[in-house]
């Protein structure tokens, strides 16, 4: 089984609101990651965590919050976004964390179709 | 920073014909993935390729790596209107500033007519 279940499917939220993205692996993976992608061109990183601590944040703006209660969990919170941050947001987990190993197959959620009104 | 070159970056065949996509590099990884994604849904794993040289199959599909692990191809014989989608080639490193990361390549968008 490597499912990556997110939720929910689709969010339209204004610039004010404050909203959660949800992402669930039961795989026991060690890392989990958070992807932006615009359409046709590739994801994004945004964070990863290792061992349900933050370990990479490529200079995300504060209007993005990960957060990681537990090792099959993972959130995303919005709050303030801007009509630019209208984007598919990939949820992806891996069984070895990269400071475990180099061959860290990452495997996808389905996505969030976030939209900034 | 590491950069994987994909070519082409657009692709429109008739089904039954045969296609490849390549991933270039001049850095080193130490494994390579290909994903496959859809419209408006999150790429799926197809393989990984770790050992320099090695090649593998899944079915009509034919994964290589380079044996200096700087490059990568995948081959589609007989193409299907199936096939249809973005492919995504994407390798991880070892060390140095995209530790922890993957490098994706640009994708390449495959249209398969009927």
């Known amino acids: 089984d490597t499912e990556v279940t997110q939720t929910p499917k689709h969010l339209v939220m204004g610039m004010t609101n404050k909203k959660s993205l949800k992402c669930e692996q039961h795989?026991?993976?060690?890392?989990m990651y958070w992807y932006k992608q615009k359409a046709k061109k590739p994801p994004e990183l945004m964070f990863v965590?290792?061992?349900?601590?933050?370990?990479i944040n490529e200079s995300v703006p504060s209007r993005f919050s990960p957060e990681c209660p537990n090792s099959s969990l993972l959130n995303l919170h919005l709050h303030a976004l801007q009509p630019e941050d209208s984007a598919l947001y990939l949820c992806?987990?891996?069984?070895?964390?990269?400071?475990?190993?180099?061959?860290?197959?990452?495997?996808f959620g389905p996505g969030t179709r976030l939209t900034v009104t | 920073t590491q950069l994987l070159e994909q070519s082409p970056q657009f692709l429109s065949i008739q089904e039954g014909e045969n296609l490849t996509v390549y991933c270039n590099s001049s850095?080193?990884?130490?494994?390579l993935q290909w994903y496959r994604q859809e419209p408006g849904e999150g790429p799926v794993l197809l393989v990984t390729?770790?050992?320099?040289?090695e090649v593998k199959k899944l079915k009509r599909l034919t994964f290589q790596f380079g044996d200096a692990r700087k490059d990568s191809s995948l081959h589609i014989t007989a193409a299907q209107t199936g096939d249809t989608g973005l492919y995504l080639c994407?390798?991880?490193?070892?060390?140095?500033?995209?530790?922890?990361?993957?490098?994706f390549g640009q994708g390449t968008i495959l249209t398969v007519h009927p």
């Open positions: 795989m026991g993976h060690r890392a």
């Open positions: 994407a390798g991880a490193s070892a060390g140095g500033t995209s530790y922890g990361k993957l490098t």
């Open positions: 850095s080193v990884f130490s494994s």
């Open positions: 390729v770790v050992t320099g040289g």
């Open positions: 965590y290792s061992y349900e601590k933050l370990s």
């Open positions: 992806a987990s891996s069984q070895k964390a990269p400071v475990d190993s180099t061959a860290y197959e990452q495997y």
